[in-house]
């Protein structure tokens, strides 16, 4: 081996072992309660970026409000010494509203889908306090199927997967992730891999 | 009777603790329950805006006249 090729071997060793102060926020391994030492995840998936789209924008917008009342009562504000109370106000006022965005954004980011080589896991996050996590084995599969609606989804290519099991009143839904048809695919891999192998 | 600034600054208090405490119970739900590092990332923005804000309005609150 080449001197060069060792230093770059040590070098990439370095890069590696080394820990940055923000490396938690780039470098992670999906992990998740329970699972099992053995078990691959297949697919990890969460609702499309769009859904948040609506109440990111509505809030933003929300909070340029303050601008209005600024561009009426100018005059008023300034007359009786208000400027300084109205500032506050309109800081409150902002917190109010990231803190509704960053509530959108906790909640879309705990309601995932993961799909193993054993399993299919639905972690619904409805509330602050409310969570349920179901579950179900690949060979319960019965049949999958895809459906997208509208000319958003059917555009940036998200949708609905909703899998049947072999008990006729239990069903799983997968709502608004990207890509359902490719995922669909890869559940139906599993499955049948999954069976063989039984 | 307490004076108007003492009323604001025990109401702008009050809300503060309501936030942190809501910011918290986010910021537990992203830690405990979060999967990957989607939730850390926006538990991390959560924290630098929440404080930026946060900064912003004791600083306002101490300059209102």
């Known amino acids: ?198 | 009777m307490p004076t108007t600034p003492q009323m604001i600054i025990t109401a702008s208090t009050l809300f503060l603790i309501g936030y942190w405490t809501g910011i918290f119970l986010l910021l537990y739900h992203l830690i405990r329950f979060g999967i990957g590092t989607h939730p850390r990332r926006i538990a991390f923005f959560m924290i630098i805006i929440s404080l930026l804000l946060t900064i912003l309005s004791v600083m306002l609150l101490f300059t209102i006249k």
């Open chain 1, 1 to 198: 081996m080449k001197t060069e090729e060792i230093k770059e071997i040590i070098n990439e060793e370095v890069r590696t072992q080394t820990r940055g102060w923000f490396d938690f926020l780039i470098k992670s391994e999906i992990d998740f309660e329970g699972r099992k030492q053995s078990e691959q995840i297949i697919v990890f998936t969460r609702r499309h970026w769009l859904v948040l789209f609506s109440p990111i924008v509505s809030g933003l917008m929300a909070s340029f409000l303050p601008f209005i009342i600024i561009v009426i009562g100018a005059q008023l504000l300034v007359k009786y010494n208000l400027s300084g109370l109205f500032t506050l106000l309109w800081i409150i006022y902002l917190m109010m509203i990231w803190f509704f965005i960053f509530y959108k954004l906790t909640m879309h980011s705990l309601d995932t889908w993961i799909v193993t080589d054993e399993r299919i896991i639905d972690i619904s996050q409805i509330g602050l306090f409310s969570r349920k996590v179901s579950e179900l084995h690949l060979t319960s599969i019965e049949d999958i199927s895809v459906h997208t609606k509208g000319v958003l989804q059917s555009y940036l290519d998200f949708g609905n997967v909703e899998i049947q099991t072999a008990a006729n009143a239990q069903r799983f839904l997968f709502e608004e992730i990207p890509k359902p048809i490719i995922i669909k695919d890869k559940i139906m891999h599993a499955a049948s891999l999954h069976n063989h192998q039984r």
